[in-house]
């Protein structure tokens, strides 16, 4: 018989009578408390066979979870790098957008001052030629 602290509850429970075939006899003259389990219920192997086959299924489940979890993040870590090379070259596209704005900015003003030189010396020749 195996004896079992007194005063956990998992198995000393109501009449110390379990529905899985345990009852339990308290000891007067120790702190213990005796279990006994009846040979009715002999089919505990079974079910001691079909807990150890869900903890196996449990155990694959979480190995695959695990392997997915893996293959998540590599492709994570391939995505991050994807989209820092993608800023990267954002960013250089900017700049050269930027410097190409900066110096067609610049031609237009060079092209608009050329142009309104020439309409002025367009204009003083002919108020010169009108005055005449």
Known sequence: MA???RGNPAYATGPFRSREGLS???NPQTEQLQLRID??????????DGLRHKV?????????????????????????????????GVKNNLRRLNRNIIQQGSNHVMHLIIFGLLLFFILYLLSKVSGR
């Not at 997915?68 to 993608?86: C, D, H, S, V, Y």
Request: aromatic residues 4%; without cysteine.
């Open 3 to 5: 004896s079992v602290p």
């Open 24 to 26: 339990s006899r308290s």
């Open 39 to 48: 040979p009715i219920h002999d089919d505990l192997d079974e079910e001691i």
């Open 56 to 88: 196996s299924q449990l155990k694959n489940i979480a190995q695959e979870i695990e392997s997915e979890a893996r293959f998540q993040n590599g492709f994570i870590g391939q995505l991050e790098m994807t989209m820092i090379k993608a800023q990267a």
